[in-house]
């Protein structure tokens, strides 16, 4: 900004440079939340009148309101959101508005709006994720018939349900959840005080500025609490890793939606055409979800990296924090809504997951887990099961095709009830553990998920663990 100790103006490059009006205009209201807390702070010190209070507290209303309907407008000149919002309160409050920034330093008032902003799209966030972690639950429910095999090396390994398999998910999606609440207990600290770097020099109460704010807590180090952005790390974080796991869903999706699959068929609401091609239909929703999951990394280890070695105190490196914190913000919300509904309109075809069950020899466990079962050794078992498969790629046929005289010449405790014990049916039923993928224990997990997602409905600051 400019003052009255300059007696030239800035170069227009530089003034580009340096002004920030451009993105975090998006503070507006943080930022007027702040100094609307801070007048009242000023005038329990005695510093303005009842009077100056109240033209100011109307004033930033009206500027609040001004912005909204267009009728006031920001200038790049007044480089930030904070001078901004003083300039634009001389309009509409008068003489009063030089007492605004009475004691305080823009320095604790960026740190607030975004401790501000943060605390509450991440709560936000958090919240949206019970719909999708519902809408999981409920694809799951629909779904609950089919099975597809379970893929390790993405090599067929065993069958389960697919409703397994998208639950899987929502445990991806409610860890997310946890992790957005975290990340908004970070930054739900109050830094106001702080001062441009030592502290407030008029005795201002942080704890009634504090409570005003809704913090839950003060910041501690005047120094500290101007140049920390742990809680935006902390909020890039959890959007990262958040992304991580659409990515994940989306590479499946991509996947089972593929020709080679054709597990699922995307509804047309979620998919795209082909400008060329007359019969794609692309699963860009999911690429995009994919493609992005880069850019919001990107944006964690950017600021990580602004924060690396950066001396004590404010520096306006510090101003690269909002860009990519904003474009996080924006990239987890677009998500969302559209894998919530890409999963909630998913088509499955049960068929075709079915026959992906055959020729893949998953019943090959089954054998070995049968022959264990009689009193043999799992080694040996295993074996065993290993000779069966040989065989069976030797004539081309699958396990079940074999006959009881090819297994009893393979060894002779091998029995009739063989053909029973290595049905899909009895691969997931014999999954009977809390987390494995028998039908029992799926619906049990569908009920908790449905419970927790209802839960948070009503208690949305309640993590799902300890
Ligand atoms: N626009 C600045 C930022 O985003 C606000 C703080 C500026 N403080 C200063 N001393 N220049 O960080």
């Known amino acids: 900004m400019r003052t009255a100790r300059f007696t030239s103006p800035m ?29 009242e702070a000023l005038e329990r010190r005695g510093l303005v009148s009842a009077e100056e209070a109240r033209a100011m507290a109307d004033g930033l209303e009206a500027v609040r309101a001004g912005v909204a309907e267009g009728r006031l407008e920001f200038s790049e000149e007044l480089e930030d959101i904070h001078m901004n919002v003083e300039a634009l309160l001389a309009e509409t409050a008068g003489r009063a508005a030089a007492k605004l920034h009475t004691g305080r330093s823009r320095n604790e008032q960026v740190a607030t709006d975004l401790r501000l902003y943060l605390r509450s799209r991440a709560r936000a966030i958090a919240a949206d994720l019970v719909g999708l972690i519902d809408a999981l ?38 860890r997310d959840r946890d992790r957005f609440l975290w990340a908004a207990d970070q930054a739900d600290v109050s830094p106001l005080g702080a001062g441009a770097c030592a502290g407030n020099q008029f005795g201002l109460d942080r704890e009634f500025l504090r409570d005003r704010l809704g913090f839950a807590d003060l910041t501690h180090n005047s120094l500290d609490a101007v140049s920390d ?51 794609k239909k692309n699963p860009d929703a999911c690429e995009l979800g994919r493609g992005k999951t880069g850019r919001v990394l990107g944006h964690m280890v950017g600021l990580v990296t602004t924060l690396k070695g950066l001396p004590l105190s404010y520096n306006k490196d510090l101003q690269e924090d909002k860009e990519g914190v904003f474009d996080a913000v ?6 969302i809504p559209v ?6 309109t998913l088509r499955v075809d049960r068929r075709r997951a079915a026959a992906a069950l055959e020729g893949g020899f998953l019943e090959a466990i089954g054998v070995a887990d049968y022959l264990t079962r009689k009193g043999i050794p799992f080694r040996r ?23 009881i005289d ?5 060894d002779a405790v091998f029995d009739d009830d063989l053909y029973a014990a290595i049905s ?43």
């Open 330 to 335: 924006d990239t987890v919300n677009g998500l």
């Open 424 to 466: 899909v049916n009895a691969a997931l039923e014999s999954k009977d553990v809390v987390g494995g993928t028998a039908p029992g224990r799926v619906a049990s997990e569908i009920e908790r998920l449905r419970a927790l997602a209802a839960r948070f409905g009503r208690e949305p600051r309640e993590a799902s663990r300890g």
């Open 11 to 39: 170069d227009a490059s530089f003034r580009s440079l340096n002004a920030s009006i451009g993105f975090d205009r998006r503070l507006l209201h943080e930022d007027i939340d702040g100094s609307r807390a801070w007048v």
């Open 381 to 403: 078992a295993h074996a065993l099961a290993g000779e069966a498969v040989r065989l069976a790629v030797e004539r081309n046929v699958t396990l079940a095709e074999l006959t």
């Open 137 to 174: 639950a409920g694809a799951a429910e629909a779904h609950f018939e089919v099975v597809v095999p379970a893929y390790t090396h993405l090599q067929r390994a065993q069958p389960v349900l697919f409703a397994h398999h998208l639950l899987a998910y929502a445990e991806m999606f409610l």
């Open 406 to 410: 090819d297994y009893r010449r393979i």
């Open 229 to 279: 952005r742990d809680f935006a790390c902390d909020f890039l974080h959890a959007a990262t890793l958040f992304m991580v796991h659409v990515s994940r869903l989306a590479e499946d999706v991509i996947f089972w939606s593929s020709s080679e699959f054709g597990f699922v068929e995307l509804d047309e609401s979620v998919a795209s055409g082909s400008s060329m091609l007359p019969q």
């Open 339 to 344: 894998f919530a509904r890409l999963i909630s």
